[in-house]
């Protein structure tokens, strides 16, 4: 009776154990998602400016920037536009650099006109859509990046950003040595 007794006990905490190193290894794993997370790094693209100029990621690498991907037929990215160039505005001095680059199915002549028009501020690139794949295939518009000085991603926002959450993560980045 006795090796029933520790056969059946036996069978009881296996499945008991499983679900502990199963729950550990969830919690190894989520862990590390979070803490690597942040460390994404920028990826190696060229954007090519209205005026034909490339710009590429490397050359922007010592400063903090967004890449704003959006287009002219998208509604929230009308909408955010206007704080995009009020944020791009408040922090310029500092040293803030911004790419808007309008998605590959966005007519050029629409994003020229939407461009000349709003007097955008900063630097707007059409994509061939290689930029939107390099940065993780960027399908939903509107998707921002805030990169650092050292080139990682520290934020990607999809959709409008919440820009009180953004003015805060650009003068952190901005201020850092």
């Known amino acids: 009776m006795s090796s029933i007794t520790s056969t ?47 710009v590429t990621t490397a050359d922007l690498k010592g400063k903090v920037y967004l890449v704003n991907f959006w287009a002219t037929s998208c509604d929230t990215c009308m909408k955010e536009m206007p704080q995009m160039v009020q944020t791009y505005n408040r ?14 199915y966005d007519a050029p002549m629409y994003v020229t006109n939407y461009t000349q028009t709003r007097q955008l501020p900063f630097k707007v ?37 919440q820009f009180a959450e953004l003015d805060q993560l650009l003068e952190k980045a901005l201020n850092a040595t």
């Open 8 to 54: 059946s006990a036996v069978t009881r905490t296996n499945p008991l154990r499983y679900l502990i190193i199963a729950a550990v290894a969830i919690a190894i794993g989520v862990a590390g998602y979070f803490a690597f997370a942040g460390q994404q790094r920028v990826p190696d693209a060229t954007f090519t400016l209205l005026s034909g100029q490339k």
């Open 91 to 104: 922090f310029k001095g500092k040293g803030l650099e911004f790419v808007a680059v309008a998605m590959s």
């Open 125 to 161: 690139a059409m994509d061939d859509g290689s930029a939107a794949k390099q940065f993780g295939n960027v399908q939903l518009t509107p998707t921002t990046f805030l990169v650092d000085k050292d080139g990682k991603i520290l934020k990607r926002y999809v959709g409008e950003p």
